[in-house]
């Protein structure tokens, strides 16, 4: 029996489609330039190499060309590309054509969907922009976004829930807009809602409590806003006192982006299947403890018996590797006085977190995945036999093999993911006189260490917000 041209055909275009490097190998080139500090090299690789401009990869494209372009102090075409990127997340939609596709290959074939840090890190720089354009009115709205987007996206998951629930960190950049707006009433609640969010979600599920910064300003907008009991009650609840001072100037907020977050590898899975009743098998993984019932019971008799011999399935999954930060701390020094910047963000333990809360989500349709492409072999092998035997001939096992090759082959993780977010973010906020300032950044980790002149311009009344990007990282899984 020979094997018909389109079945060819297929596995060529599915290798194609599948491809064996990751997702950062294929783009190490970019993430070279990133990392040396190249920025300007790094968006012009990126339109270059613009074929993603449309297609699978088009969220992505544009995620990186908004940082790249925010890096650049262009914030206005950051904001262009965000946008894009932004409204492809609101409006992706399930493709049948593409989820066919994947039910037969894997979910690289897909448009790339985003995880939910992702989703909210767009509205992130968005807002970064807008502070840097001095339109705060606009900075508070996509903060506000980062904490409706989350909500929306956890009503959609119904059995499985997400930790990353809230963010405490937005609520924060919500409060300092606010606090910059002189209206310290919203600042203050806006500082209460940050405050509930690290209590509640981030020490439980990130080991991530409330900087001492988040609490003193607290105190801060409620003395502004003539909350005394609330003043007292917060000075129980920290064990701190508050006493007002009366400075001119203005302030400093600083925010430090400590190197990178992590990149997508593959890990699999092998699962054993435990017959059951009324319709079930059971697919069981000793080693993680992790047990899918699987109904196969609305399926023809040959596909469930196809489906009831399968009785070893692997499945690949996506895993994060880290990318450790060089520095592990940092401080502002000024005029001999040293402020420490305070961790508020952890974005690798969030992507690590919330990707595991994904897999456990998506276990069934993995298992549908490979489940079907199984079927498809027997029923192949099934079609070769009695083909065999009605012809009187040796058709041998040639297309069999091609489906089983191409099964091994396209069983493969999707480790797509933004490469350039960075690995955790730090903060402090400084009261200043009002005059041109040069800011020492000092960093360090382990035996190495940094320092970097800053300029800032304080004006009466005013806050100047500054982010400074450490681009320093450790090559993944070093």
């Known amino acids: 029996m020979k094997l018909k041209p389109s079945v060819f055909v297929l596995i060529i275009l599915l290798i194609v489609l599948t491809g064996c490097a990751t997702y950062y190998q294929k783009t190490i080139r970019f993430q070279s330039y990133i990392m040396e500090g190249e920025i300007e090299k790094a968006r012009q690789w990126l339109n270059k190499n613009d074929k993603d401009k449309e297609g699978k990869n088009e969220l992505l494209y544009h995620m990186y060309r908004g940082w790249v372009s925010w890096m650049l102090d262009d914030y206005n075409n950051s904001n262009a590309?965000?946008?894009?990127?932004?409204?492809?997340?609101e409006d992706y939609r399930k493709q049948i054509g593409f989820e066919a596709l994947a039910l037969i290959s894997n979910p690289r074939v897909k448009p790339y969907q985003a995880e939910d840090v992702e989703k909210v890190m767009v509205n992130y720089f968005k807002a970064l922009n807008y502070i840097q354009l001095g339109n705060y009115e606009d900075a508070i709205v996509e903060a506000r976004r980062i904490t409706i987007k989350l909500q929306k996206l956890n009503d959609k998951y119904k059995d499985r829930k997400n930790r990353y629930s809230d963010d405490a960190f937005a609520h924060v950049i919500i409060g300092m807009l606010y606090d910059a707006d002189h209206d310290y009433n919203n600042a203050f609640i806006a500082y209460r809602n940050a405050l509930e969010a690290y209590q509640s979600i981030y020490a439980e599920n990130f080991g991530l409590t409330a900087p001492m910064q988040l609490k003193e300003d607290?105190?801060?907008t409620a003395y502004l806003t003539g909350f005394h009991d609330e003043v007292a009650y917060y000075e129980k609840?920290?064990?701190?006192?508050?006493?007002?001072?009366?400075t001119e100037g203005g302030d400093l907020v600083f925010f430090w982006h400590n190197g990178f977050g992590p990149v997508k590898s593959e890990w699999s899975l092998t699962f054993t299947m435990i017959p059951g009743d009324a319709g079930f098998v059971t697919y069981t993984n000793e080693e993680y403890g992790l047990t899918f019932p699987f109904y196969i019971g609305d399926r023809s008799h040959n596909e469930q018996a196809q489906l009831r011999d399968l009785s070893i399935l692997r499945i690949a999954f996506p895993k994060y590797v880290e990318r450790l930060p060089v520095f592990s701390e940092a401080f502002l020094e000024l005029n001999g006085h040293t402020i420490p910047l305070e961790l508020a963000e952890d974005i690798n333990n969030i992507a690590f977190k919330t990707l595991h809360d994904r897999m456990l989500r998506e276990f069934a349709n993995a298992l549908l995945r490979v489940a079907t492409k199984r079927a498809m072999e027997l029923a192949v092998r099934e079609?070769?036999?009695?083909h065999s035997r009605d012809d009187k001939i040796d058709a041998g096992d040639i297309?069999?093999?091609?489906?089983?090759?191409?099964?091994a082959i396209t069983e493969k993780a999707d480790t797509r993911n933004w490469?350039?977010?960075p690995h955790s973010i730090y903060y402090t906020r400084v009261k200043l006189p009002t005059d041109q300032h040069k800011i020492t950044l000092h960093v360090s980790g382990g035996k190495q260490s940094g320092s970097h002149d800053i300029n800032v311009d304080i004006q009466e009344g005013k806050t100047t917000f500054y982010v400074f990007?450490?681009?320093?990282?450790?090559?993944?899984?070093q």
């Open 81 to 89: 590309d965000l946008e894009t990127a932004d409204l492809l997340i």
């Open 218 to 220: 607290i105190l801060r």
């Open 237 to 246: 609840q920290f064990g701190m006192g508050y006493e007002h001072q009366l």
């Open 383 to 386: 079609a070769t036999a009695e």
């Open 399 to 407: 297309a069999p093999a091609a489906i089983t090759i191409m099964n």
């Open 419 to 421: 490469q350039t977010l």
């Open 469 to 477: 990007q450490s681009l320093e990282s450790h090559l993944p899984g």
